[in-house]
């Protein structure tokens, strides 16, 4: 069988690429290595009747209206605000830092009108490099070298498994932080977990005439059995390249799961813990779907530096590598179709910190051109 696009992964970013493709006529080829479709934000109903996330908790939460009308095309979604405590000082503290968390923290009581200023008077008393060098620079410019050393320090060191000087100023770009009272993790207008879980929702982003999907199969066989016009990679960026600039760092996780013979566990969704214990947090699945069981399903994260590729490492050497396999990306997306076009979507393809609607939205922005 002739096929217009050969993709290889069937995570959000080729599953959504696939779609897009077979919406507008084309025959299209997912090939995944692994035995599910989904990708790291693959889950599943166990044993006590609750969706646990495989892979992680993932809780889907974007500003953009074209992504969110996307993903409900292929489901319903439990809404979900969603809100972390951290476990710091012996006690569970609100965060990300807002009014209440500064409160707990200081022992002081003041009103939401003068957190900008309370935080500012503690960057002010703080030492921190400007322009920003790394992530330390970034966090304490932001809220100072208290509240750094308490929440982002001894976490950051246990998630990387390197010195957070040694990090780029980019990572912090994604904690937020609050002037007011606002405990969500999130402040985007749409939030929420797909009703009957994420491998639906992307199981139903397949079922299309012109999609064929083939689990367990390698991407770089497929491509020589089946020629295609087109191909797209999700895969490690370093491993398309045969890692000629050398191996790009992908951490990693061992994720332990638990099911309690109790109601409830802890008090919200997720809970960080960045100072104690070797774990960095724990998510308990049904605060996040709003599933009813006499039991409950925890996880535990343990992050490792080898083995299921989740987060890019954003270091100065890790990302002089990516530079030299981005300039290698450039020159196979530009190729006409039919003489060698390769696109590169996704948080491992392009070696970047994406969340879910972000790997929609970039997807979609590098697909549609080529269908329209």
């Not at 932080?177 to 939030?191: G, H, I, L, P, T």
């Amino acid at each position: 069988m002739k096929f217009d696009v050969v993709i290889g992964g069937a995570g959000l970013a080729g599953s959504t690429a696939a779609r897009v493709f077979a919406d507008a006529g084309k025959k299209v080829l997912v090939v995944e290595k692994h035995r599910h479709v989904a990708g790291h934000c693959h889950d599943f109903r166990d044993d006590a009747g609750i969706t646990v996330h495989t892979y992680g908790p993932h809780i889907f939460h974007t500003n953009d209206k074209g992504v969110w009308e996307f993903v409900r095309r292929f489901t319903d979604f439990h809404y979900l605000q969603h809100r972390v405590l951290s476990y710091a000082g012996g006690k569970l503290v609100p965060f990300p830092v807002n009014r209440d968390t500064i409160n707990e923290v200081f022992g002081v009581n003041i009103a939401t009108g003068d957190v900008s200023a309370f935080l500012q008077a503690e960057v002010e008393r703080s030492k921190f490099n400007m322009p920003l060098r790394n992530f330390r620079d970034a966090v304490v410019s932001q809220v100072g070298e208290r509240l750094y050393e308490l929440f982002f320090k001894n976490y950051t060191l246990k998630q990387w498994g390197r010195d957070p000087e040694t990090l780029s100023p980019e990572i912090a770009k994604r904690i937020p932080v609050r002037s007011n009272r606002d405990d969500r993790y999130f402040s985007d207008r749409y939030q929420g977990v797909p009703g009957r879980g994420y491998t639906r929702m992307v199981e139903n982003m397949l079922d299309h005439p012109g999609i064929a999907v083939m689990l367990g199969a390698d991407y770089f066989d497929a491509i020589k059995s089946f020629a295609a016009p087109l191909s797209i990679f999700t895969g490690e960026l370093d491993v398309y390249f045969g890692r000629k600039h050398g191996e790009l760092a992908y951490r990693s996780l061992d994720i332990e799961f638990e099911t309690l013979d109790r109601e409830r566990f802890q008090e919200a969704p997720v809970v960080n813990y960045p100072n104690d214990y070797d774990w960095t947090r724990i998510t308990e699945f049904k605060l996040l779907s709003g599933e009813t069981s006499k039991k409950t399903t925890v996880c535990y994260e343990y992050p490792k530096e080898k083995g299921e590729p989740y987060y890019v490492v954003m270091d100065d050497e890790n990302m002089a590598k990516r530079e030299k396999y981005i300039a290698e990306t450039r020159i196979l997306e530009e190729r006409p179709l039919g003489a060698g076009k390769v696109l590169f979507v996704g948080r491992l393809a392009e070696y970047t910190y994406y969340n879910m609607d972000q790997v929609i939205g970039a997807t979609m922005k590098k697909v549609l051109p080529l269908v329209q």
